[in-house]
């Protein structure tokens, strides 16, 4: 863990968290030389978090202890007064789950669980749910058709797209996925409405990834990167470049211009027709890293755009945007399996965006 000092006291049962309290004021204004700001660190810092939106607050989610075990995190972050409130935990302690926002709602499916007995492993789930950040509650929602965790989910039309992500073979005898264990990736595209609280099935992606980014543009539903072959960096997975956008008017699939870096393990927020995507990591025979790369996709014009990257490298993070502000936080400062102890990181790190976006 990190050794960033924290004070905390309590507030009307929830726990606000004080660290780096009023930072963003007393640092310099961002400028276009110097965009990034240092906002207050994630108090409980931890890999494979999870970021979402809403009523102008950033939700942190999830984090994965060693031995794969679930932390269940629910962290709420305040711009407007740089602060964090501690919120309940996750109704189901889980990892790499899919979550996105609609309508002020906040909404989580599928993922990896512990297996009740045998040896460590991911085991993968179909658990849907609906947080509501302004009463610190979660409903549970009729379960994804699939069972899958390390998806990414968002919503268009009013309706929300699951797509892609993990899951164990059909007919292998042992609980949940692992490195060495076959498993399979998924190019499965699951439609689900609020409205009816029900589940569809509908065209796949164009090739099966999981650990990648989702996003909606213009009612048009954007997959980004990510990692094909197998779920685990470290198990033979390759990191794809591929983009494709879905038009869910035609249920259709089509490529789109190629990311600048193939990676996997992203933050990833909208902004305005700009899809960001910042972090990752990446794994080869004479490599093992994690990125500070920031790049924005413009939808519109289907073209990339390098932005200044991270001050601090990392993968497994939660970011999202609110207002003219990217926000990146957490997450593990190595690639998988480097043999560095606790590099889990604390970083609320904030990108100005109508300072860089061309």
């Not at 076959?182 to 439609?191: C, I």
């Not at 249920?251 to 990752?280: L, T």
């Not at 996709?297 to 990339?304: G, K, Y």
């Amino acid at each position: 863990m990190s050794s960033f000092p924290e004070l905390r006291f309590a507030v009307a049962g929830a726990v606000l968290v004080a660290a780096g309290a009023g930072a963003l004021a007393q640092a310099p204004a961002p400028t276009t030389a110097n965009p990034w700001v240092q906002a207050a660190p994630l108090p409980e810092p931890s890999e494979e978090v999870l970021g979402a939106t809403a009523n102008g607050k950033f939700y942190v989610y999830a984090g994965l202890a060693p031995g794969f075990r679930p932390r269940g995190l629910v962290f709420e972050y305040d711009p407007a007064s740089n602060q964090w409130s501690k919120k309940k935990p996750m109704r189901l302690g889980s990892h790499h789950v899919a979550f996105t926002s609609l309508n002020n709602k906040i909404y989580a499916f599928g993922g990896f669980v512990l297996p009740e007995s045998g040896p460590p492993a991911w085991n993968p789930i179909n658990n849907a749910w609906e947080y509501d950040p302004a009463k610190d509650e979660w409903k549970e929602l009729a379960p994804m058709p699939t069972k899958r965790g390390a998806a990414a989910a968002a919503a268009a039309n009013g309706k929300i797209y699951v797509t892609g992500g993990a899951n164990s073979l059909p007919g292998m005898t042992e609980n949940g996925i692992a490195p060495a264990r076959p498993h399979n990736v998924l190019a499965t595209v699951e439609e689900y409405d609020p409205a009816t609280n029900s589940w569809r099935s509908v065209r796949s992606m164009l090739v099966a990834r999981n650990h990648h980014a989702a996003a909606a543009v213009a009612d048009r539903l954007y997959v980004l990167g990510g990692r094909i072959g197998a779920a685990f960096i470290t198990g033979g997975s390759n990191n794809i470049d591929l983009v494709e956008m879905y038009d869910p008017a035609t249920d259709m699939w089509s490529a789109r211009d190629r990311m600048p870096s193939r990676r996997s393990a992203v933050g990833w927020g909208v902004y305005n027709n700009h899809i960001i995507v910042a972090g990752g990591e990446f794994q080869d025979r004479a490599t093992l890293s994690a990125f500070r790369a920031v790049e924005a996709f413009d939808a519109a014009l289907n073209r990339w755009q390098i932005l200044p990257s991270m001050p601090h490298p990392r993968h497994g993070l939660a970011a999202g945007v609110i207002g003219n502000r990217f926000y990146a936080v957490s997450g593990d400062a190595q690639s998988a399996a480097s043999g560095i102890e606790h590099s889990a990181v604390a970083f609320n790190e904030a990108l100005q965006l109508d300072l860089v976006l061309k």
